[in-house]
Each structure stands twice: as C-alpha cells, then as structure tokens.
C-alpha cells in the first residue's frame, strides 16, 4: 500500500476511534479476597500411576477430607493430564479455602492427623516408595479475583460473576 494511501486511512481509523465513546475497561475492578487455592504439581512416571493413585488414597486425600470436615477446606481434587510433554507435571492436586487463616488451619491440622494416621517410619516409607515413581515439580498459592462492574450512578458495585 502506498504511503499516500496509507496515512489518510490511519487519520480515518484515529478519528473514528476518537468519536467511540470512551472504553468500559475501566468500569471493571478486581477484588483480591478469597478464596484460596494450593495447587500442586506432580510429574508421575507414567508406570506409577496406579502406585500414586493408591499413596494419594491412603495419604494426602483423606487428611484433606479431614479437614474438609473441619470446615477448614471448601473442596479439594486431583487432576491426572492425558495428554502434554513429559517432564511437564501430570497430576495436579488442589484444595481451596475461604482464606489464608483457614489455610494455616488447614496445614496445621493436616499436620497433627497425619501424626496420627501414621508413624514417622510408615510416612517415610511411602513418601521413598513414590520417590521412585513421582516428582514434586512446584507448590503454588493462587488467590481468586473476582472481577464487579462498577454501577453507573450511585458509586455501589453490581455483581458480575
């Protein structure tokens, strides 16, 4: 296209951007409460899955339905990927809380029944048979932004979730 051509296009597209009523992106905010979210990721050799499955089952899963029970988590799950790169991670598992307060709970009553679920010795002798089979890649602390618009008149917030 040549230069003459161009540049009188480029002052029709600034113009009519100019004459469009101003973007609403700014009618949008973002609130950083809760709730709270741990993920972990876990890459699993793929002949170790069902030897994860039945650790998880034995372990992890029921101190997180503990505190679940507890009120301390709102809900909890594991993903497996079925597909992806290797080395990348295939099992995620997440739990949610309301807050940071009710996550320190969480921890700190995971922490006490898994004492009581199982010796120090069986613990370690677990967690060495999935050495072999797993590798813990990452523990993440996501926080959900729920985005509200902003009301028109009024200065209140309507819901937009």
Do not use: C
């Amino acid at each position: 296209m040549s230069h003459r051509v161009f540049k009188p296009i480029l002052i029709v597209l600034a113009l009519a951007a100019l004459a469009v009523p101003a973007s609403r992106a700014g009618d949008w905010e973002g609130k950083l409460d809760g709730p709270f979210m741990q993920i972990d990721l876990i890459d699993v050799q793929a002949y170790g899955n069902d030897a994860y499955r039945e650790y998880l089952g034995k372990g992890y899963v029921p101190l997180l339905e503990m505190a679940k029970a507890a009120g301390h988590v709102l809900d909890y799950g594991v993903l497996e990927y079925q597909t992806g790169s290797s080395g990348d991670g295939n099992v995620v598992i997440w739990w949610t809380t309301q807050s940071m307060a009710a996550m320190q709970a969480a921890n700190e009553l995971i922490e006490k029944k898994a004492q009581e679920l199982y010796t120090a010795k069986e613990w370690k002798e677990m967690t060495d048979a999935m050495a072999k089979v797993r590798t813990p890649l990452s523990t993440n602390i996501a926080r959900a932004v729920t985005w509200h618009q902003k009301a028109a008149e009024g200065g209140g917030e309507e819901s937009a979730d």
